[in-house]
């Protein structure tokens, strides 16, 4: 990159100190987040995972078996 881009930036893209400082700051920060990632794979969970309740479908299996007036519209699925 320090061989081919030029010393003034464009519109699109800036000039060779910028982009170089940027690659540096940008793999810096990936080396980082690589070794906290490395040092937190270690430690167990601090939490419980949280259980989801299973959908309610009692009430439209209710009004599906109730045949008065009014409750056709709870039995259809959308």
Request: hydrophobic letters at 40%; charged letters at 15%.
């Amino acid at each position: 990159m320090a061989a081919v881009s030029d010393d003034q930036g464009s519109a699109t893209h800036p000039g060779r100190m910028p982009r170089l400082a940027s690659i540096s700051q940008g793999w810096n920060r990936a080396n980082t987040q690589i070794a906290a990632s490395n040092k937190a794979g270690a430690a167990q969970p601090s939490a419980q995972p949280v259980a989801l309740a299973a959908p309610q479908t009692a009430a439209i299996e209710e009004a599906a078996e109730d045949d008065s007036p009014g409750t056709e519209a709870l039995a259809t699925p959308v």
